[in-house]
């Protein structure tokens, strides 16, 4: 709880100053190539993993990814680099 | 990109078995090990790759009871060189031959010399031996300045030398010396004299005082048209006399043939032998009997493969092969018609060579037997121009 405070503080702190807010509040970054390669930065990790869905948690969203042939190409602490055929990208808010 | 870093780095491809098998790589993402080519088995199992250090730290997560691991296969470099760790001697070799390809090309293996015209190349080869370049020279024992100072002393013939070397070939060029001709400037006065003995046809004075002309014959060295001119008001003044001067020359040759000739007939027969020069020590790869010898003549012709890996890097290894092919020496007799017209052929390119460009307007020959021998005798008229500039003296 106090955690989601401190970040929701932390995103108005840096929007307010035009920081970045990836940097400032960690919130996720998602660059998303052609419809084919997704790198989302600062995830949370892994929720659900599967050929047609990647649900990816971002802290205080939930990133729901759904296509064909998906899978995770790469993943690190930070980094998550996704290819398939990105179809649609559900955000749920938690 | 990745995939060659991995290669060299090492992998390891590992199965995970787990009631939640994204929780099991989300652990391994939070411990800093990497993973890529995540691919889903069926709904409790993936399988992933991860370096070799990855899999060891992510093998104490099963002890949580989080999953299983198991290892699918070792990738790359390490895991090659790990099969080999035992195989001292394929080690050794194949560090004695990078060792020895290293050095080796440190020496010079291949000399060739390019530009040359009338001085020949073994002369020029030659004069680099005594200057301490040859094969199997030491590459940075000689500076290429010091080389081209001392070989153009050498050589006076030579006007221009470099010495060019690239990994284990040596590449020479020269530019040979070409006789100037003798120019008088035009502010000096000069005589046109005759260059060649002829009978003068024309004669157009441009500047001087003739003393030929046209119908009169000449020879060689006689004067022309002379510089000097005798004014009655300035007295004799000199002058840079310009002509052109136009006149028959002749020319007479004699080439000779005999009538019988020794050619070769082949019998068919060939031998080939091999022989290897290794850093300029030639080792036969065949035995001929000293005690032998032959009955026919023999020709033989050799052809050399320098040993090379890629454009410029010469091995010192030559490999050498000799073709015999035997012949039987037959005599016969040499025809007219082929006489004749073979040595009208070599009158004419030296009646060519000679004539320098001159209009030929005939040239008659006559071909005889005689005395065992064919004489053929050519006599060629031709126009040309005879006038050559000399300084007065």
Known sequence: MRDKRKAGVLERFSRALDLPADVVAGLPRMNIIGGNEILIENHKGILLYNDTDIHV???NVVLKLHGDGMSVTAMNATELLISGRLLGIDFVYV | MLNIINYFRGSVRVELTSE??????NICAQNNIALWEIERGDNHTLRVSMRGEGFRKAQTFTHRGIGQIRLV?????????LRYKKR???????LLMVAALTALSMFIWEIDVSGNENISKEVILQELNELGIGIGTYRKSFKPKDIQNQMLIKIPELEWLAVNVTGSYASVEVREKEPKPIIVPENEPCNIVSEKAGLIVAINTLEGSASVKVGEAVEAGQLLVSGLINSNVVGVRQVHAMAEVTARTWYEYTSVLPVNATGKKYTGRERTRNAIILAGFRINLFWDNPKKTPVMGTEKTV????LKLGERFTLPLVWVTETLTEYEPVDFTVSYGSADAFMKYALGLRLDDESQGAEILSADFATLEQNGV????MAAECLESIAKTVGIQ
Not at chain 2, 73 to 81: D, E, I
Not at chain 2, 374 to 377: F, V
């Open chain 2, 303 to 306: 052809k050399r493969s320098t």
């Open chain 2, 73 to 81: 296969r070792r990738m790359g470099l390490p895991n090659f060189l």
């Open chain 1, 57 to 59: 948690s971002g802290g």
């Open chain 2, 88 to 94: 001292y001697a394929l080690m050794a070799s194949v």
């Open chain 2, 20 to 25: 939640f098998p994204e929780r099991f790589i």
């Open chain 2, 374 to 377: 064919y004489r053929c005798d």
